[in-house]
């Protein structure tokens, strides 16, 4: 049973704490954080915000973007390497760095993709696997609302894995996100 109503509107009633921009910014040269880190960091705020849901018939992408992907209780964001150095050139959803903000002041639209266990669709080597389903939401940051949502599973997985570890997975294994599926819907918003 989830909270009751009272409280979740009770908990969008706060504004959405725009976090500041000089945290972000690192110098590493002088025993600072790597140039992303600190907006990396910034994952578990920005995916976990209860936002209110406006959704719009012609919802688009506006200015520099954000993607927050949240799976298994773990908050990433997405576009940097993993050190927080430099951007990366995969896990993007297809977004380029020309278009990721770099710092929160600088988010006008933010993607949160939410993947949690699906149904269970087969089992390998005695363990049960499970699909995957990720919602994704475009958030208008500067607004503090959802103006989009969709979601994806993926079912499918590679039945073919000579290297699966049971004593891993003792809690099930649930197949990789419909990643292709994402990016081709963020291809297909419109931007502004």
């Known amino acids: 049973?989830?909270?009751?109503?009272?409280?979740?509107?009770?908990?969008?009633?706060?504004?959405?704490?725009?976090?500041d921009a000089?945290?972000?910014?690192?110098?590493?040269?002088?025993?600072?954080?790597?140039?992303?880190?600190?907006?990396?960091?910034?994952?578990?705020?920005?995916?976990?915000?209860?936002?209110p849901v406006n959704l719009s018939a012609s919802p688009t992408i506006k200015g520099k973007l954000a993607v927050v992907e949240i799976d298994g209780g773990q908050f990433e964001l997405k576009g940097f390497d993993f050190k927080g150095e430099d951007y990366a050139t995969y896990g993007t959803f297809g977004i380029s760095k020309e278009k990721l903000a770099a710092r929160t002041d600088e988010i006008d639209t933010?993607?949160?993709?939410?993947?949690?266990?699906?149904?269970?669709?087969s089992s390998m080597k005695g363990v049960a696997v499970y699909a995957n389903k990720c919602q994704v939401s475009l958030v208008d940051f500067k607004a503090s609302t959802v103006v989009a949502q969709k979601t994806f599973e993926n079912r499918q997985w590679d039945r073919e894995d000579e290297d699966f570890?049971?004593?891993?997975?003792?809690?099930?294994?649930?197949?990789?996100?419909?990643?292709q599926e994402i990016e081709n819907y963020i291809k297909t918003l419109p931007t502004s």
């Open 22 to 51: 000089s945290s972000t910014a690192g110098d590493v040269s002088r025993g600072g954080l790597p140039k992303f880190k600190a907006f990396m960091d910034t994952a578990p705020e920005l995916g976990r915000v209860l936002l």
């Open 1 to 19: 049973m989830g909270a009751p109503p009272e409280i979740k509107e009770y908990a969008r009633s706060f504004p959405l704490e725009k976090l």
């Open 110 to 121: 933010l993607f949160r993709v939410i993947c949690n266990k699906g149904d269970r669709i």
């Open 165 to 179: 570890d049971p004593e891993l997975y003792r809690n099930g294994y649930v197949v990789l996100s419909p990643s």
